[in-house]
């Protein structure tokens, strides 16, 4: 097991503090999953990637992880984000959207949206966590645990639901920092009103409804659980009262893990989670995503419609670390795939220098790669600050092309392993699920633009760049992207715009 400490910004002391598990060697952390009423966007992957990181540096620390993401497919309403239940079910809206025609009912959506987040998660290289669990299948644990809050008085029914009292839990508000009533009010100003509730900060934990399109019985009537109850039944469920982490985006803050810390604390009397850390916004071009601008991608967009390498799509989104804005723009995208063909290349020539077979190991060859790994977690120690980890791993290609093809068969195995580290902890080299591949490149004539890249090199051998760059126009305008190393001139179809 590593020595090395795990650093990361806590959002409740609002510090850089030291990571551990509570179990010894045992790392146990949540974060929150999608709302599967559409496909998920690249905003919530760079999130859902913060959490992949996460547990690959554990692992890399010699930690055993124990790592849930829940699925939510019932119970998130249009303005929970902003307020406590207003608005309608995200999941009844989709289904009386026009892509919510194809499905005979919510059920079927919901089945239809998980199973193609599932798909997304795994082309984009991140590790299955130890399960998904879904609300709409712990709606018993959600009824007991809302039943133990109202007899410990934490709770309270009304005519239209059951509401968490936020006077009865006297830290409410010490994620967010709106602990005193004046800015509890203003963060929860655009709530729509329920009479019945005794704060304007109560929130929902069940909410009677009779007609909603998917209900249960509780001893409350017929109605559905609010969004929070169950994040913090599930947690709890398979990962313990106290976890060492709880992860999420930034929007989550409030009030939704605000929310969580008051109901699981108040169940058991236990802190909840000793870390809370949270991913910052995702822009595109500088400006919010959103369908109006013709600026939302969602990982399908871009995979399937553009044929996008899924793994340059990831080096994409974890180019800035967790705790900065992100700003997706369409030359992140092309720099991320040039880097992730270098590892491919880098692999490349270590397998055909195991296959020549030549003996003797370079002076510092091995020493470098190893001194670049060992750089690169810590790195990710430091905060997951994924820029310098993406830096120290191009440093270690850059050794490598250097190498070229005067590499040794005693050189190849320090090239694999140092590609392997980076495997393991960015997940960038290859991907890591069977049947998962790069999108595949229209035929074309490769006798043709060999010799073309020959006579571009003729050319400036010659000193004559306008024809060799004559060339390098011709073939781009054909869609094939070329790239000079020290190995020679490397060519590839583009499969980012």
Request: proline fraction near 4%; hydrophobic fraction near 40%; charge should be negative.
């Amino acid at each position: 097991m590593s020595d090395r400490v795990l650093r990361l910004s806590d959002t409740m002391t609002n510090r850089l503090r030291p990571v551990a598990p509570v179990q010894s060697g045992h790392f146990r952390f949540y974060s929150c999953g999608p709302t599967v009423y559409s496909y998920a966007h690249i905003g919530n992957f760079r999130t859902f990637l913060t959490a992949d990181l996460l547990y690959r540096t554990c692992e890399r620390l010699g930690w055993k992880v124990s790592y849930v993401s829940n699925i939510t497919d019932v119970g998130h309403l249009t303005q929970d984000d902003m307020a406590d239940a207003a608005g309608e079910d995200k999941m009844a809206k989709a289904l009386r959207s026009k892509e919510g025609e194809r499905f005979a009912n919510i059920w079927d959506l919901a089945e239809h949206y998980a199973d193609a987040f599932k798909a997304d998660w795994m082309r984009m290289n991140l590790r299955k966590p130890l399960v998904w669990p879904k609300a709409t299948q712990h709606m018993r644990e959600q009824i007991l645990a809302i039943e133990k809050l109202i007899q410990t008085g934490h709770a309270y029914e009304t005519p239209t639901g059951v509401y968490f009292d936020v006077s009865s839990f006297p830290e409410y508000g010490k994620l967010s920092n709106n602990r005193d009533q004046e800015r509890l009010l203003r963060a929860v100003r655009n709530i729509v009103t329920d009479e019945n509730k005794r704060h304007p900060a109560d929130f929902a934990l069940w909410k009677k409804d009779d007609k909603h399109l998917m209900q249960w019985y509780s001893p409350w009537g017929w109605g559905f659980p609010g969004w929070h109850i169950e994040c913090s039944v599930m947690a709890m469920q398979y990962l313990g009262e106290t976890i060492d982490l709880h992860a999420g985006g930034e929007d989550l803050i409030f009030p939704h893990h605000e929310c969580e810390i008051a109901q699981s604390e108040s169940l058991t009397g236990k802190t909840f989670a000793n870390t809370w850390i949270h991913t910052r916004f995702l822009q595109v071009d500088g400006e919010k995503m959103s369908k109006s601008k013709g600026n939302f991608y969602t990982v399908r967009d871009l995979v399937d419609g553009e044929r996008v390498d899924p793994l340059a799509l990831r080096y994409a989104l974890i180019t800035v670390p967790y705790g900065k804005p992100l700003n997706f723009t369409r030359q992140t995208l092309r720099d991320a795939a040039q880097n992730v063909d270098r590892f491919r290349e880098c692999a490349r020539l270590a397998e055909a220098a195991k296959a020549r077979g030549a003996k003797g190991a370079s002076a510092g060859f091995a020493e470098s790669l190893r001194q670049l790994a060992d750089e690169m977690l810590e790195a990710m120690c430091d905060d997951l600050n994924t820029s310098v980890a993406l830096a120290k791993a191009l440093g270690g290609t850059s050794v490598i092309f250097k190498a070229g093809d005067s590499m040794t068969a005693d050189d190849a195995p320090a090239a694999l392993a140092f590609l392997d580290e980076v495997q393991a902890l960015l997940g960038i080299v290859r991907p890591e699920q069977a049947g998962v591949q790069a999108p595949s490149a229209p035929p074309v004539d490769e006798e043709r633009i060999e010799a073309l890249l020959a006579e571009r090199a003729a050319a400036k051998k010659a000193r004559d760049f306008a024809k060799a760059d004559a060339i390098r126009d011709q073939l781009e305008a054909e869609g094939i992207e070329l790239r000079d190393t020290p190995a020679g001139t490397l060519w590839r179809f583009k499969t980012t715009p």
